[in-house]
């Protein structure tokens, strides 16, 4: 696997690596670069199995630097829809075409960044929601299918924990706990059921997991010196492209 890519796709891989440690960070819309990136040179389904092992290393990072400040009734109002979620999304991964799922998300994912903006701009709209069983059990649920599908659950849990005012720090963390054991609760479904995780792939992940660290640097750097409102502001922009992205390219 290794032998066959080339300068660029070594490249790429730098790219997309560094924006796994960025995305841990907060910078959840950044998570869709490494997911497009991963995809072009591995393959969709290929690339899932490669990306999953970095992500936990990634998770493992953010909670070190930030999870001490993990808010964990938010992680237990997700986690039971989520893994549900990621129980579906790998009995989707064997009956659907991938390329017909992702717009589907996108639209889903957009629309929910809409209301946020809303929410942004009238304060008092939907304050009851944010704290509503139905929402914190519907984006939980999407949340585990999109990370199982296409580890593009980034943006999804970033509108829940907006959604709840989370101070960016608490995010953060509460973020790095989620994900981590979302993320290791898959690893079975991706190495027994899927067989998308072998000594190959793990190769690639020894290679390119250092420079993981490198965009934590970065994006732990960043999220220090951006104000909560701007904060909020970039990850719903991210959030969008990210949205848009699915939408108008599906099959990477």
Same mark, same amino acid.
């Given at each position: ?28 819309? !950044? ?152 993320? !290791? ?68």
């Amino acid at each position: 696997m290794f032998a066959a890519l080339t300068p660029e796709n070594i490249v790429l891989l730098i790219i997309g690596s560094a924006g796994i440690g960025i995305s841990k960070c907060g910078f959840s819309g !950044v998570s869709m670069l490494h997911v497009i990136v991963f995809a072009f040179v591995f393959g969709t389904k290929a690339s899932t199995g490669i990306i999953l092992p970095m992500l936990i290393i990634g998770d493992c990072l953010a909670i070190y630097f930030f999870g001490k400040t993990a808010q964990w009734g938010q992680i237990r109002k997700l986690l039971p829809p989520a893994l549900i979620g990621v129980v579906i999304g790998s009995w989707l991964m064997k009956q659907l075409d991938e390329s017909a799922f992702k717009p589907l998300v996108g639209c889903i994912i957009l629309t929910l960044t809409a209301i946020q903006v809303y929410r942004i701009r009238q304060p008092n709209a939907f304050e009851n929601i944010p704290h509503n069983k139905l929402f914190a059990w519907t984006l939980g649920l999407l949340a585990g299918i999109t990370t199982m599908m296409a580890n593009a659950a980034g943006p999804v849990v970033a509108l829940y924990l907006l959604a709840v005012a989370l101070p960016k720090m608490q995010f953060v963390g509460t973020g790095a706990w989620f994900f981590l054991v979302v993320n !290791v609760f898959k690893l079975p479904f991706s190495f027994y059921m899927l067989d998308l995780i072998g000594w190959e792939s793990l190769s690639i992940d020894l290679l390119f997991s250092p420079v993981i660290l490198l965009g934590m640097l970065v994006g732990r750097w960043l999220v220090k010196r951006i104000p909560q409102k701007q904060f909020d502001i970039v990850l719903l922009a991210l959030t969008a492209i990210a949205a848009v992205r699915l939408v108008v390219d599906p099959i990477l």
